[in-house]
């Protein structure tokens, strides 16, 4: 499976945008698919999770209430962000794997490649 990350942009402090994951090759079947995000200069880290089976949902401290991960159909899943902060500002990437802790970069083994997110303030 390759993913096709899309949606990032530029947007001013308190926008929305949503990013976008898309498998081809296969689905998502099976999968926990993440979002990671790293800024210029720091360690790239979990943003948001969910499990094959949706009903499990895994989210950072710094951006739960305002961001929201779902699955939009068997080979798409979406990253809803709300309120953002100039702190948001990342190459935003996806991710898929099979382990069993979702916020563990380890765990995931597909990615794919970055899509950039600037916060302006």
């Known amino acids: 499976v390759q993913l096709q990350a899309s949606g990032g942009g530029l947007v001013q402090a308190g926008g929305s945008l949503r990013l976008s994951c898309a498998a081809s090759?296969?689905?998502?079947?099976?999968?926990?698919v993440a979002w990671f995000r790293q800024a210029t200069g720091k360690e790239r880290e979990f943003v948001a999770g969910?499990?094959?089976?949706?009903?499990?949902k895994f989210y950072a401290d710094s951006v739960k209430d305002r961001l929201t991960i779902s699955r939009t159909g068997p080979n798409m899943v979406s990253l809803q962000m709300n309120s953002l902060k100039c702190e948001d500002t990342a190459v935003y990437y996806c991710?898929?794997?099979?382990?069993?802790?979702?916020?563990?970069?380890?765990?995931?083994?597909?990615w794919g490649q970055g899509t950039q997110v600037t916060v302006s303030s």
């Open positions: 991710a898929a794997g099979l382990g069993r802790n979702p916020k563990r970069i380890y765990e995931y083994t597909i």
């Open positions: 969910i499990r094959s089976t949706s009903s499990n």
């Open positions: 090759g296969r689905t998502f079947s099976g999968y926990t």
